[in-house]
């Protein structure tokens, strides 16, 4: 696809935010690598909610220029948020492709596995065998969920036509 680019203008808004936010801000903090290392993990939380999207590789590398983000935001430059944001596209179409993958294939149900599905704690996967893994799980996780409901519906169903043939 076409990659995303930040229009002419953002850099000058960046500018005037990071210029201005220690100033209206209740802490009165500097755009510092303290705070670019908050905005950093704010904005990974924002996309990747419960960090099974990117992997800790990928964290890894966005910390490590995270240090220049407070320098970057000050000079008007916003290239490293899009390049986040390129990297989450990739990553989620990498994702659906496996989900087809994993549709197709079916789910041994008489395995009994745990998921855990609150993850915004959890760390980011390992490597790729840990993301698919995990994807495995999530997407069995949600593939068992919609048969019980499914059957719930169906059981409803013909509690009520039992009723109404009385």
Do not use: C
Not at 38 to 56: P, R, V
Not at 82 to 99: H, N
């Amino acid at each position: 696809g076409q990659a995303i680019e930040p229009a002419p203008h953002y850099g000058k808004i960046a500018r005037i935010v990071a210029d201005g936010v220690p100033r209206i801000h209740l802490s009165h903090q500097r755009l510092d690598d303290t705070v670019s290392e908050k905005a950093l993990n704010t904005y990974l939380t924002s996309l990747d909610f419960d960090h099974s999207y990117f992997m800790a590789s990928d964290v890894e590398g966005f910390r490590t220029k995270a240090a220049q983000l407070d320098d970057e935001l000050m000079r008007g430059h916003l290239e490293f948020a899009y390049e986040v944001y390129e990297i989450f596209l990739e990553r989620m179409a990498d994702r659906t492709a496996y989900v087809d993958t994993l549709l197709e294939k079916g789910f041994d149900l008489s395995k009994k596995e745990e998921f855990e599905w609150k993850r915004k704690e959890a760390p980011w996967p390992d490597g790729k065998e840990a993301w698919d893994e995990l994807w495995r799980k999530k997407i069995k996780n949600d593939y068992v969920a919609r048969l019980a409901n499914k059957t719930i519906i169906e059981e409803k169903a013909k509690e009520e036509e039992a009723l109404e043939s009385e």
